[in-house]
């Protein structure tokens, strides 16, 4: 049974930095493509970026590229975010996602989740 779960979560002042953590079990996900998603109160769920977990490839939403960046530790099934130069609108929960590799990562479609971790930032 697959699992995902995110850590790392907090209350940052705008400016700072927070890295989320993704720890994936219960299967391999070499074929796979792990993705972070946001959701903030009141809006639909919106897609952060992506990583291909064969080669490490990235990409990114264009609201983040440039100051998250996303990586992987393959032999500990780790999944990072790592979040620079937070602005008040980053503030979310942010949801670990997997799903088989597709050509184009932006087209990855996701089967699991985890269960989200709260990221508040404070102007």
């Known amino acids: 049974q697959v699992q995902l779960v995110e850590s790392g979560g907090g209350l940052v002042q705008a400016g700072g930095s927070l890295r989320l953590s993704c720890a994936a079990s219960g299967r391999t996900f070499r074929s796979y493509a792990m993705g972070w998603f946001r959701q903030a109160p009141g809006k639909e769920r919106e897609f952060v970026g992506a990583?291909?977990?064969?080669?490490?490839?990235?990409y990114y939403a264009d609201s983040v590229k440039g100051r998250f960046t996303i990586s992987r530790d393959s032999a500990k099934k780790m999944v990072y975010l790592q979040m620079n130069s937070l602005k008040p609108e980053d503030t979310a929960v942010y949801y670990c996602?997997?799903?088989?590799?597709?050509?184009?990562?932006?087209?990855?479609?996701?089967?699991?989740w985890g269960q989200g971790t709260q990221v508040t930032v404070s102007s």
């Open positions: 996602a997997a799903g088989r590799d597709s050509y184009y990562l932006r087209t990855v479609e996701y089967d699991y």
């Open positions: 990583i291909r977990w064969t080669g490490g490839s990235t």
